[in-house]
């Protein structure tokens, strides 16, 4: 029996409190489409993002705890997307039983659902899933590219291992016949309420808001190795447009993996350390002074870790969907950068030095 497109989609978002899934929400509630709805442990950045725009529903759930609430958001959407995952470098690192726990058994749980209740499942995978493999590898294929990762006393690919390995049972229950689903692999998506800021802050944040707490408390930009990695950088208003574009095409999506970033947008780590402190400095009329330093990757994250030298994504599979990412390099950092100066208090920051 056809669905009626004039009623929304009811579309539960599991994790869907955090950076991505805030967003996302937003996005899906802005449109006559979809009709969505969270699920997580904390609201706090899903209020904020909602501060000024309609509601969202919100449920509390522990994915490994509260599996009665799981299955009875699985079994009322049209649309399950599972962004459960733990995301910080440095927690893999330093919690990779925790990482295991969250991000393979948590999302278990949301798939076995899925399976149960015969519901769409997008589930987000990573780029890191790609592992190693960088440089005359790039860019990468979701179909093609070789999945390479370092040895098991680098547990910074504990996370990738999870990730991987949960594409592999996704993947299998596709060829099972009962899932229907999509796989996605964001490359470095930015914008606003991606980390929290200042002191209180998670202990070593990602990219964007490690340089930025160092603006904002005027104290050295630190470059990880040198800052030779390169990064391909995706506003989060285009990626939450690319997912928006596969959930409208469950025909041409099923049982399909898109890398969704944005080539044009490849920088060094180094070179973006000097974007986003001219982009601060031209903002607030402070940061000349913040150096710009290196430090060895084990004295920033600890033992255990190891990176990726390149990450360019292909992406012509979600081109095809009639998508193509339209926020260059600098606007990204520009309205990542202001969306936090005009909440830093929300945000947590320390400090801040006022625009002039």
Not at 20 to 45: I, R
Not at 91 to 114: E, K, Q, R, W, Y
Not at 127 to 153: N, R, W
Request: hydrophobic letters at 40%; aromatic letters at 8%; one cysteine or more.
């Amino acid at each position: 029996m056809a669905r009626d497109v004039s009623v929304p989609q009811r579309v539960a978002l599991v994790g869907g409190s955090g950076f991505v899934g805030s967003n996302l929400a937003l996005a899906l509630a802005q449109s006559s489409d979809f009709d969505p709805f969270v699920l997580d442990t904390t609201d706090e950045k899903l209020a904020l993002r909602f501060a000024s725009e309609a509601p969202c529903a919100f449920r509390r759930c522990d994915v490994l705890q509260d599996t009665d609430v799981l299955e009875e958001a699985v079994q009322e959407a049209d649309i399950v997307v599972n962004l459960v995952s733990h995301v910080l470098p440095k927690t893999f690192l330093d919690n990779p039983l925790g990482v295991i726990d969250v991000t393979l058994h948590g999302s278990m749980n949301v798939i076995n659902a899925a399976v149960r209740n015969k519901t769409r499942l997008i589930h987000f995978s990573t780029s890191e899933v790609y592992g190693k493999t960088g440089g005359s590898e790039a860019p990468f294929s979701e179909d093609h590219s070789d999945c390479t990762l370092g040895p098991i006393d680098n547990h910074r690919w504990i996370y990738s291992t999870s990730k991987q390995l949960l594409d592999r049972i996704i993947h299998a229950h596709g060829l099972a016949g009962d899932l229907d689903y999509a796989i996605v692999r964001p490359f470095n998506f930015v914008g606003p309420l991606m980390d929290w800021l200042g002191d209180d802050a998670d202990d070593v944040p990602r990219v964007f808001a490690s340089f930025l707490n160092a603006l904002l408390q005027e104290r050295p930009m630190q470059l990880v190795d040198g800052g030779k990695s390169r990064r391909c950088f995706t506003y989060i208003e285009d990626a939450t447009s690319a997912l928006v574009h596969i959930m409208r095409e469950p025909e041409r999506a099923r049982n399909q993996i898109f890398n969704i970033g944005n080539p044009a947008n490849e920088t060094t780590i180094a070179e973006l350390a000097e974007l986003m402190r001219g982009i601060y400095r031209q903002e607030t009329g402070a940061g000349a002074q913040v150096t710009i330093e290196p430090v060895a990757s084990e004295e920033f994250y600890g033992a255990g870790y190891e990176d990726c030298d390149r990450r360019m994504p292909d992406i012509g599979k979600i081109q095809s969907l009639g998508w193509t990412p339209q926020t260059g390099l600098q606007e990204t950092f520009e309205r990542s950068i202001r969306y936090c100066i005009d909440n830093a208090a929300a945000l947590g920051a320390a400090s801040v030095k006022a625009p002039v």
